[in-house]
Every structure is written in structure tokens, then in C-alpha cells.
């Protein structure tokens, strides 16, 4: 059974920071490119970060320096650290894997003083 299931999401003040986690199973993790995305409330989905199977990475520039995506495939995990958050960083965060179009539930990230 294929599954992506993100956690850490919260409630976090500007300039705080949060460590998203995607845990993967059911498929062949480490061949594919994942993705983490986001949804703002009334905005489209957008990508924030990619990381390929031999770890090259890729940030939006809302994002630049500021997150870091990160892979483990023997956990088959993906993780997103979010340094110097700010209030526009408010969204639904989604793990997706490229190949097959895999999405998780998402979490809610809310940066909130």
C-alpha cells in the first residue's frame, strides 16, 4: 500500500523554526524525486523544495536560505527544516513523490505571533 505521511507541522512565532518529516512506504523510495509543496488559504499549490535520488536540491526563492530539504532513504524519509519563518510561510505543507504523482495528507503550518 502506498503511503506519505507528513508530521511536525504547528503553530510557530516569526523567526522560529519547525522540522517537517515525510515517511514513505509501499514503493521503491530511494529511485524517485520528492517534493515538498504548500497551499496557502484562496492561493495555488506551489513547490517549495525538491531533492532528487542522488540529493541534488532545488528551493523556491521565497525559500531560498532560509529552508532545507534532506532525504534519508534507508528511513525512507524526507524532511523540510524551516529556519526564519514568516507569517506568509502560513500553509498546508504536502510531501509528493514525482514519478507517480504520490501525495500525503499535508500539515498545517501556521507562523503566528
Known amino acids: 500500500q502506498v503511503r506519505l505521511v507528513e508530521s511536525g507541522g504547528g503553530l510557530v512565532q516569526p523567526g522560529g523554526s519547525l522540522r517537517l518529516s515525510c515517511a514513505a512506504s509501499g514503493w521503491m523510495f530511494r529511485i524517485y524525486t520528492m517534493n515538498w509543496y504548500r497551499q496557502a488559504p484562496g492561493k495555488q499549490r506551489e513547490l517549495v523544495a525538491e531533492?532528487?535520488?542522488?540529493?541534488?536540491?532545488m528551493y523556491a526563492d521565497s525559500v531560498k536560505g532560509r529552508f532545507t530539504i534532506t532525504r534519508d532513504n534507508a528511513k525512507n524519509t524526507v524532511d523540510l527544516q524551516m529556519n526564519s519563518l514568516k507569517p506568509e510561510d502560513t500553509a498546508v505543507y504536502y510531501c509528493?513523490?514525482?514519478?507517480?504523482?504520490?501525495w500525503g495528507q499535508g500539515t498545517q503550518v501556521t507562523v503566528s505571533s
Open positions: 531533492i532528487t535520488s542522488g540529493g541534488i536540491t
Open positions: 509528493h513523490q514525482n514519478g507517480n504523482d504520490y
